[in-house]
C-alpha cells in the first residue's frame, strides 16, 4: 500500500540553528498538508500544497512541494524554543483519496 | 466557534471489554475521520464519515468500527480489546467535501488497555 515516509523521526538543534524534515510518498500526491503536533497536544494544521513545485512561506517556515508531487519539506530558519514539537506531512493518494500521515519529526530546540 | 470534541478524555480498560469514543465535530463539518495515533507509529488513519456514509477505511482488523450520525457527530467501537490497542485517539473534523480541506482535531481520547 501506499507509504509516506519521514525523515529524520528526531532531531536535536540548538537555538537559531535552522531544522528541515523530508517527506517522501511511494505514489503521486494530489496535494499534501503540514500539521504541528506540540507535545501533550493535538495536531494543528500548518498549510497545504497543491501545485506541483510549489513553495510558501510562513514567516521562518518553508514549504515545497516536489516536481512530480511525491516529495515535499518544511525548513525552517533560526529555531526557537517555541518550534519544539512533531512535524506531520499528509498526503491524499490520487487513486484512492485516503489521507496518509507521515511517521513524524520530532523537533528537540536547546535554548 | 466551537471545536471539536472527544469524549471521553482518558479512559481505563481491561482485556477482552471493549470501547465506545465519541467525537463532536465543528459545527458544519460534515467529514469526520478517525486515527490511532501511538508512539513510534505516528497517525494511523483507522475511517472516514462523510454525511453518515464511510468513505474510506484504514488497515485495522474488524474489531475497529465506526458510524456517523445526521447530526454529523462520530463514534467509534473497539471491541475485545488487546493491549496493543493502547494509544491516543483522535478524531478530525473537516468542511471539505472533497478531502482537500484542512483537518481540525479534537484534543483525543486516551485508552489503556490492562
Known amino acids: 500500500g501506499q507509504q509516506v515516509m519521514q525523515i529524520p523521526q528526531y532531531q536535536h538543534v540548538q537555538e537559531g540553528e535552522d531544522f528541515t524534515t523530508y517527506c517522501n510518498s511511494s505514489?503521486?500526491?494530489?496535494?499534501i498538508q503540514w500539521y504541528k503536533q506540540r507535545p501533550g497536544g493535538h495536531p494543528v494544521f500548518l498549510i497545504q500544497?497543491?501545485?506541483?513545485?510549489e513553495v510558501k512561506k510562513q514567516k521562518r517556515l518553508t514549504f515545497q512541494f516536489g516536481e512530480a508531487k511525491k516529495n515535499s519539506s518544511l525548513h525552517i530558519t533560526a529555531t526557537q524554543t517555541t518550534d519544539v514539537g512533531t512535524y506531520f506531512c499528509?498526503?491524499?493518494?490520487?487513486?484512492?483519496?485516503?489521507?496518509?500521515f507521515g511517521q513524524g519529526t520530532t523537533l528537540q530546540v536547546k535554548p | 466557534k466551537a471545536g471539536v470534541t472527544q469524549t471521553p478524555r482518558y479512559l481505563i480498560k481491561t482485556r477482552g471489554q471493549q470501547v465506545t469514543l465519541s467525537c463532536s465535530p465543528i459545527s458544519g463539518h460534515r467529514s469526520v475521520s478517525w486515527y490511532q495515533q501511538t508512539p513510534g507509529q505516528g497517525l494511523q488513519f483507522l475511517f472516514e464519515?462523510?454525511?453518515?456514509?464511510?468513505?474510506n477505511k484504514g488497515n485495522f482488523p474488524g474489531r475497529f468500527s465506526g458510524r456517523q450520525f445526521s447530526n454529523s457527530r462520530s463514534e467509534m467501537n473497539v471491541s475485545t480489546l488487546e493491549l496493543g490497542d493502547s494509544a491516543l485517539y483522535l478524531c478530525?473534523?473537516?468542511?471539505?467535501?472533497?478531502?482537500?480541506?484542512?483537518?481540525?482535531f479534537g484534543e483525543g481520547s486516551r485508552l489503556t488497555v490492562l
Open positions: 499528509a498526503g491524499i493518494n490520487s487513486n484512492t483519496g485516503k489521507l496518509i
Open positions: 500544497l497543491v501545485k506541483s513545485g
Open positions: 478530525a473534523s473537516s468542511s471539505a467535501r472533497d478531502r482537500t480541506g484542512e483537518l481540525f
Open positions: 505514489t503521486t500526491l494530489s496535494n
Open positions: 464519515y462523510f454525511s453518515e456514509t464511510q468513505r
